[in-house]
């Protein structure tokens, strides 16, 4: 079982920056690919960004890639979701999640565990 909580979520204006933190504690935390998903007001949840167990391979989609940047710290236990020059379209609750596959790295059905969430809120 893997336990993860998010935090660094706030309000920001358009064009701020902002870094969420996913800590992570359970058995062999490293050994899981681990992923960043947002959900807004009426919609569905949605991919942001992934990361391998090793930290070597990393995904987002489109409508964040140049902006965020996915990481982990294996010491630490903890993901990281570096947000820049944030839009108004960013605004959602923020999930981190472990266990994804490579198989669908992209899809929430993928990963086995999931954080509580924490909002971001971008202001324009």
């Known amino acids: 079982q893997v336990q993860l909580v998010e935090s660094g979520g706030g309000l920001v204006q358009a064009g701020d920056s902002l870094r969420l933190s996913c800590a992570a504690s359970?058995?062999?935390?490293?050994?899981?690919?681990m992923g960043w998903f947002r959900q807004a007001p009426g919609k569905e949840r949605e991919f942001v960004a992934f990361?391998?167990?090793?930290?070597?391979?990393?995904a987002y989609v489109d409508g964040v890639k140049g902006r965020f940047t996915i990481s982990r710290d294996t010491a630490k236990n903890t993901v990281y979701l570096q947000m820049n020059s944030l839009k108004a379209e960013d605004t959602a609750v923020y999930y981190c999640?472990?266990?994804?596959?490579?198989?669908?790295?992209?899809?929430?059905?993928?990963?086995?565990?999931w954080g509580q969430g924490t909002q971001v809120t971008v202001s324009s």
């Open positions: 990361i391998s167990y090793s930290g070597g391979s990393t």
């Open positions: 359970g058995r062999s935390f490293s050994t899981y690919n």
């Open positions: 999640a472990a266990g994804g596959n490579y198989a669908n790295t992209g899809s929430y059905r993928s990963y086995r565990y």
